[in-house]
C-alpha cells in the first residue's frame, strides 16, 4: 500500500486545515493510504534532552511514507509554534526523516491570503530539510470560514479543484506512487 502523511499545523478541533487535508486524502487514488501525525503531547523542544519515544515514532512514520502533505494555519504572519518545535525535534533524530521526500505544503486561513505569508518561511525550514518541495500549485486559500460545510467538507468549488490539482502533482512528483 502506498502511503502519505499528512501533518497538521492545527491542534484546533474542527481545525480547517485539518479539513483541507481531508479533502486531500479524498482527491487521492484509492491505493494511497493516509496517515495522519499525531503531535498534540510532544514536549516543548531543548537541545539537551534526546528525542522522546513519541517523536521517534513520528520520525520513524515519516519516513516510511512515500510522500508528505503538511497543512498549516498562519500565525502572526508565520509558521505556528507547535508546528515548528515538531519540525525542530523531526531534525534532531539522528536521520532526516524528510531527505528527498516528496513535499506537499497547504494552508488556509480566516484572511484573505490564506497562509501566503507563513508558506515562504515553512518552504525555507522544509528545503533545509532537504523535502521535495512541490512548487506549483501553491495552496494558500484565504476565508476559510466560507469554504467548508458545517461537516467539515471542502464545498468550495475553486479551492477543491486547487487541491485536488496540488495532489495529482504531488503523486507525480511521487514515482514510488505514480
Ligand atoms: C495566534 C493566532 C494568530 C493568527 N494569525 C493569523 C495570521 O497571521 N494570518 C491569518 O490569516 N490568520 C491568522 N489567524 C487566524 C487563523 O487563520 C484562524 O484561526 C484559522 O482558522 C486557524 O486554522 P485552523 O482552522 O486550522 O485551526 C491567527 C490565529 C491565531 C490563534
Known amino acids: 500500500m502506498r502511503n502519505i502523511v499528512a501533518i497538521c499545523g492545527s491542534l484546533r478541533p474542527g481545525s480547517s486545515n485539518h479539513n483541507l487535508l481531508r479533502a486531500a486524502a479524498e482527491s487521492a487514488p484509492d491505493e494511497v493510504a493516509f496517515t495522519w501525525v499525531d503531535w498534540k503531547n510532544i514536549p516543548i523542544f531543548d537541545d539537551m534532552s534526546a528525542p522522546t519515544e513519541e517523536i521517534l515514532a513520528i520520525a520513524n512514520q515519516v519516513n516510511a511514507a512515500h510522500a508528505v502533505i503538511i497543512a498549516s494555519p498562519e500565525y502572526n504572519w508565520s509558521i505556528p509554534g507547535g508546528l515548528k518545535n515538531l ?38 525550514v522544509m528545503g533545509h530539510f532537504k523535502a521535495q518541495l512541490v512548487d506549483d500549485p501553491e495552496v494558500a486559500i484565504g476565508h476559510s470560514d466560507q469554504i467548508f460545510n458545517s461537516d467539515g467538507d471542502l464545498i468550495d468549488a475553486a479551492a477543491s479543484q486547487l487541491v485536488k490539482s496540488a495532489v495529482a502533482k504531488l503523486i507525480s512528483q511521487t514515482p514510488s506512487i505514480s
Not at 534532531?92 to 480566516?110: C, D, Q, Y
Open 87 to 124: 519540525l525542530d525535534w523531526l531534525s534532531r533524530v539522528g536521520f532526516n526523516p524528510f531527505e528527498a521526500k516528496p513535499t506537499l505544503i497547504m494552508g488556509t486561513s480566516l484572511g484573505k491570503l490564506g497562509t501566503a505569508r507563513m508558506q515562504p518561511h515553512l518552504r525555507q
